[in-house]
């Protein structure tokens, strides 16, 4: 560990835990309920509010404290775009192969349903949590990937209201203060939150909605009993007419179903310690969320109030001591501003996600339990919507299906859930990627 990159009261908590950090909150465990959610992510959390708002009232379980997971861990980035796209490095989607573009239109379609669904939520319930609709840019890490913009800009225009605009290299420093991309496109439809404060301020609505949250109350298994369920958890036994499972990149092995269907894997984030706030803006002058174009990609923005960088990426794809990875982070982060030379690193954090098979997220019902799952490490947004869509369809409440609800959703022969293969993976893909970088160069 390179002493010299952390401050003196580096931490490897997540920086947005300093303002929203996570709860416990112990309600009893009833005996019976009408549903029970397993996860007190957005996911979970997003299910159960949506039950609340028409007279249904949840048991929401979780495992830690509420905020563990992914939802009060991640970049914040508030994106639609992201469905299907899979480690193509900017070429058409895997999904849009195996689819056809007909197909990939409407799941993108569904995507911009999701952004807005999280837009309006955000506003209905007043949820404090730093929402701006900054859009984003995402840069072309090497002239190819640039030319493939060219067609998903019209594609993302053509699936919905996205603002979707190509920007050259010479234009690029309009969006950002590097020459270390060959360009790149910039998505107006998509903003930016603090995810830990949507997370809280979705749970503080549960709370005043009378939704029942039960933290270190593990589900152990679930089995059918008469036309409902009866799950047994670290804390007893509760009886639900409906089951909900919200657990993504922490899916554990008493929903082996799901658990083999999902690609668990870790993404890592470092923040930078504060400096002024006119160096820190300059970096990003229009304070979009970034991201570029590699099949190992790095993610990043400001910090609410421009004075800090938070950057993100899949340093590693397994959960790990943050502290191995941020000196990799580091180094992603200067190749794309060297004039942070020397910035210290004040937190390093980890969370879980879940990758799906053909890089869609899903959500549906297996032997009568509902699942919603396999964000591919873009879920705010998107977990939020499916949360919603479960619900609403318990309610029998949905104006139509949700594009994503039963989708067929696959494994591979042999697959039990635990990913052996990721390491070969993900440096097949880093590799590829500097291959890519330097035949560009
Ligand atoms: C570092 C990082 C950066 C990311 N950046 C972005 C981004 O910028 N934009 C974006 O859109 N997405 C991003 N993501 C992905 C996003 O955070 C997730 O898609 C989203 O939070 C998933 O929400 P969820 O509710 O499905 O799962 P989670 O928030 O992970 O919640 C699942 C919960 O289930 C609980 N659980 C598991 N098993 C059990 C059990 N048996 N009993 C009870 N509880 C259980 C866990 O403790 C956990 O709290 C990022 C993720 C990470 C880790």
Known sequence: MDAKLFTEDFKITPYWWEAAPPRKINDPLPETADVVIVGGGYAGLSTALELARNGTKAVVLEAEDFGHGASSRNGGGVSGTNVGKGPTAGAISPVEKALGKQRMQELLAGGAEALSNLEAMIEREKLECHWVRCGRFVGAYTPAHFDTMVEKVASLNAAGDYGAALLTKDEQRREIATDFYFGGM??????????????????????????????????????????????????????????????????????????????????????????????????????????DSKRVLNYYRLAPGGRRVLFGGRARLALGDPRECAPILYRQMLDVWPQLEGIKVSHCWTGGIAFTFDFLPHMGRHNGVHFMAGCNGAGVAMMTYLGTQTALKILDKANRPCPFDELPFNSRPGYTGHPWFLPIVSGYYALRDRMDRARAA
């Not at 930016?192 to 152990?220: F, K, N």
């Open 186 to 291: 910039t998505i107006e439809g998509s903003g930016s939150v603090h995810p830990a404060m949507l997370q809280m301020a979705l749970l503080d609505r549960c709370i005043e909605q009378g939704v029942t949250l039960c933290a270190h109350t593990t589900m152990q298994a679930i089995s059918a009993e008469g036309d409902g369920h009866l799950v047994a958890t670290s804390a007893g036994i509760i009886k639900a007419r409906e089951v909900v499972v919200g657990t993504n990149g922490y899916t554990g092995k008493a929903t082996g179903w799901l658990r083999r269907r999902l690609i668990p894997a870790a993404s890592y984030m470092i923040a930078t310690e504060e400096r002024g706030e006119d160096e820190i803006k300059a970096l990003i002058p229009n304070t979009r969320t970034m991201a």
